[in-house]
């Protein structure tokens, strides 16, 4: 029902940068939110950023600063700019959207398959 296709994971060095990038389709009726989310190894997943469709924004407190996501609503796509990487950020992350498919009633939430981003020190 509802595809999303990451890209822009890989491996950079510390203090480098990085840019992620989420485009989701299918029966999109309207997208809620969009976000990104990561897990490192032994860790549990984690929320990066998300984005509404209204512009709020929310950053998990080890990343503000560094990371800025923003989205084209036209295209529902989400973007994820990181600077200043770490190697606390070296993990898989995830694209989420939420989205209502099929009804304005109710929303659900989709995932990607994930992108890895590797910091070297």
């Known amino acids: 029902q509802v595809q999303l296709v990451e890209s822009g994971g890989g491996l950079v060095q510390a203090g480098g940068s990085l840019r992620l990038s989420c485009a989701a389709s299918?029966?999109?009726?309207?997208?809620?939110?969009m976000g990104w989310y990561r897990q490192a190894p032994g860790k549990q997943r984690e929320l990066v950023a998300l984005?509404?469709?209204?512009?709020?924004?929310n950053y998990a407190d080890s990343v503000k600063g560094r990371f800025t996501i923003n989205s084209d609503n036209a295209k529902n796509t989400a973007y994820l700019q990181m600077n200043s990487l770490t190697s606390e950020d070296t993990a898989v992350y995830h694209c989420?959207?939420?989205?209502?498919?099929?009804?304005?009633?109710?929303?659900?939430?989709?995932w990607g398959q994930g992108t890895q981003v590797t910091v070297s020190s």
């Open positions: 989420n959207t939420r989205a209502r498919v099929g009804s304005i009633l109710r929303w659900d939430d989709y």
């Open positions: 984005i509404t469709s209204g512009g709020t924004t």
């Open positions: 299918g029966s999109i009726l309207s997208i809620v939110s």
